[in-house]
């Protein structure tokens, strides 16, 4: 088993493949295991690297919850990158990771190629942060109380992720499955520190609107929370692009794998081809239909 040294832990991480670098960043309910449909995929052609965040066994377990933050998650990715001699890669994540992998682009430009972000958004309104927070908390007491098993099942049942649940329930099974077997504190800790005390997108939105890096987008579009925040992210993020699977929740990676990665794929080879750019100023037109001098108002 390989492990890093960072930031006062110890980090368990895998590595498939050989090529240019994809990091994987995974959301709150998964680990490293939750990225294996991309990893078979993309390690064909890329050397990806998957890892245990601070909180989830194998990797290190610190009691007090003050030892986790979005700060430290930054952190702790780009100390995985530089144990691993990736000066820059294409950096992957989902909900708690598309925070992580955002932070980090606005933060480390000049390691990220590019960026994905998928399902990011969840208490990002300003107006849901004290419900966000509130729930979170009330998460975390029921990790504490009754143990993963209890709480990640309730969890795994959510309305976000009955899609998944729907469509493949074999596939859903086997997320819930490895999801129980995390650890309580770990899965607490993460909860009171990182999800309940990042900020809130809208707070980012001058250092968004000054991002540069290629930025692809994901979403399920019945993964309400993430909808508006996406859309958001896509207006303000000048380099980005905005993909959204249809009757989809917020497990995409998994619940959609195909159409994941090959929207990633299309993504990568655009990247690589310096075709990816910056979006034309034209297209912020104040005209509905007019292009031009013409869409001048006066």
């Not at 607490?188 to 890096?213: C, H, I, K």
């Amino acid at each position: 088993m390989a492990y890093v040294e960072a930031n006062g832990v110890k980090l368990y991480y895998e590595e498939t493949g050989s090529g240019f670098a994809i990091v994987f960043v995974y959301e709150f309910a998964g680990d490293h295991r939750s990225w294996e449909p991309q990893v078979r995929y993309f390690s064909r052609r890329y050397r990806c690297l998957t890892y245990n965040a601070r909180g989830y066994p194998p990797s290190d377990v610190p009691e007090d919850a003050s030892h986790y933050s979005q700060d430290l998650a930054v952190a702790d990715l780009r100390a995985v990158l530089r144990h691993a001699g990736i000066e820059r890669a294409h950096v992957v994540g989902l909900s708690m990771g598309g925070f992580a992998a955002l932070h980090f682009g606005m933060r480390h430009a000049a390691m990220a190629r590019s960026l994905v972000v998928a399902g990011c958004g969840y208490g990002a309104p300003k107006g849901e942060r004290d419900k966000f927070r509130h729930e979170t908390g009330l998460l975390a007491e029921r990790f504490e109380a009754d143990g993963a098993e209890a709480a990640a099942t309730l969890y795994a049942a959510g309305p976000y992720r009955v899609q998944y649940q729907n469509k493949d329930p074999r596939g859903w099974a086997e997320f819930r499955a490895q999801f129980v077997e995390h650890s309580a504190k770990g899965s607490a800790n993460t909860l009171r520190g990182v999800q309940g005390g990042r900020p809130s997108l809208y707070d980012l939105e001058e250092a968004l609107a000054a991002l540069t890096v290629p930025t692809l987008l994901i979403a399920g579009d019945e993964d309400e929370p993430c909808l508006d925040a996406t859309v958001y992210l896509k207006r303000t993020i000048p380099s980005s692009g905005l993909v959204v699977l249809p009757r989809s929740g917020h497990t995409v990676n998994l619940e959609e794998a195909e159409s994941f990665n090959r929207a990633v794929q299309d993504f990568f080879t655009t990247v690589e081809q310096e075709r990816w750019t910056m979006r034309d100023p034209r297209s912020l037109s104040p005209s509905l239909v007019l292009g031009g001098d013409t869409a001048k108002p006066g």
